[in-house]
C-alpha cells in the first residue's frame, strides 16, 4: 500500500462544476503540500499546511490530523484549471508524493 | 513566493555526452536542493538531496557516478548527466529548501528541464 494515496486518479467535468481531490496518508507528517503541474511539466506549489484549511482565490485546501486525509476543492472550475494535482507529504525533511490526479475541465 | 530557476528548460543531446541542468534560488539562500525525476506519466521520484558545502546523499538505486550533483552555493546546485543514454530521457525538477533542522520548511520548485537523448 502506497504511503501516500490519492483519488481520483483521473476527473473529467464540466465548467463551473464543484472539484474535490482527496488524498490520504499513512504516515507521520510535518506538513502536506498540494501542488499543481500543468502540461508542460513545470509544478507550481499550491498549497503547504499543517493543520486546518487554507483558501486562496477558488482553491481550498483542508487537512484533517487524526484521520491523515486532506481534500483540495476548486469552485466554480475553469478549463485553465485543467492540470494534475499532487499531493505530497512532508516527513523527515523530504517529500513523499502521491500518484497525482489528472483533472480535465470541460468547457 | 520564493522563486526557483533552472537552465536549460530543455535539452536534446546524442547518446554518451554529458549534460549539465542548473538549478538557482533567485531571491532566498537554499540551505537544501532536491532533484526529482519524473518519467511519462508516472510520479515524481526522489534522486538525491544536496546540501551547500556537502556531498549529495543519493536515493537507492541512483547511480551517483552517473548523476553528479554540486551544491557549490547557497543559490546554485548543478545535475550533470554523465554519457547520457536514452533512457536518461525524463523531466528533471528541482526544488530549493529554506532553513535546515527544526520545524519543516516550504519547498520551492523550479519549473523544470526536459531531457531528450537521441
Known amino acids: 500500500k502506497n504511503e501516500v494515496e490519492q483519488s481520483p486518479q483521473n476527473l473529467t467535468a464540466q465548467e463551473g462544476e464543484f472539484i474535490t481531490i482527496n488524498c490520504s496518508y499513512s504516515?507521520?507528517?510535518?506538513?502536506l503540500h498540494w501542488l499543481q503541474q500543468h502540461p508542460g511539466g513545470g509544478i507550481v506549489s499550491l498549497f503547504m499546511?499543517?493543520?486546518?484549511?487554507k483558501k486562496h482565490g477558488r482553491l481550498i485546501a483542508t487537512i484533517n490530523i487524526q484521520e491523515k486525509h486532506s481534500s483540495l476543492h476548486i469552485t466554480a472550475s475553469h478549463p485553465r484549471d485543467s492540470a494534475v494535482y499532487i499531493c505530497?507529504?512532508?516527513?523527515?525533511?523530504?517529500?513523499?508524493w502521491g500518484a497525482g490526479t489528472k483533472l480535465i475541465i470541460k468547457p | 513566493g520564493a522563486v526557483v530557476s533552472q537552465h536549460p528548460s530543455w535539452v536534446i543531446c546524442k547518446s554518451g555526452t554529458s549534460v549539465k541542468i542548473e538549478c538557482r534560488s533567485l531571491?532566498?539562500?537554499?540551505?537544501?536542493m532536491f532533484w526529482y525525476r519524473q518519467f511519462p506519466k508516472q510520479s515524481l521520484m526522489l534522486m538525491a538531496t544536496?546540501?551547500?558545502?556537502?556531498?549529495?546523499?543519493?536515493e537507492q538505486g541512483v547511480e551517483k557516478d552517473k548523476f553528479l550533483i554540486n551544491h557549490a552555493s547557497l543559490t546554485l546546485s548543478t545535475l550533470t548527466v554523465t554519457s547520457a543514454h536514452p533512457e536518461d530521457s525524463s523531466f528533471y525538477i528541482c526544488?530549493?529548501?529554506?532553513?535546515?533542522?527544526?520545524?519543516?520548511?516550504?519547498?520551492?520548485f523550479g519549473p523544470g528541464t526536459r531531457l531528450t537523448v537521441l
Open positions: 526544488s530549493a529548501r529554506v532553513g535546515s533542522g527544526g520545524a519543516y520548511n516550504e519547498q520551492f
Open positions: 531571491d532566498f539562500q537554499a540551505t537544501t
Open positions: 544536496s546540501n551547500e558545502g556537502s556531498k549529495a546523499t543519493y
Open positions: 504516515v507521520g507528517i510535518s506538513a
Open positions: 499546511l499543517s493543520s486546518g484549511k
Open positions: 505530497a507529504v512532508g516527513r523527515n525533511y523530504q517529500l513523499i
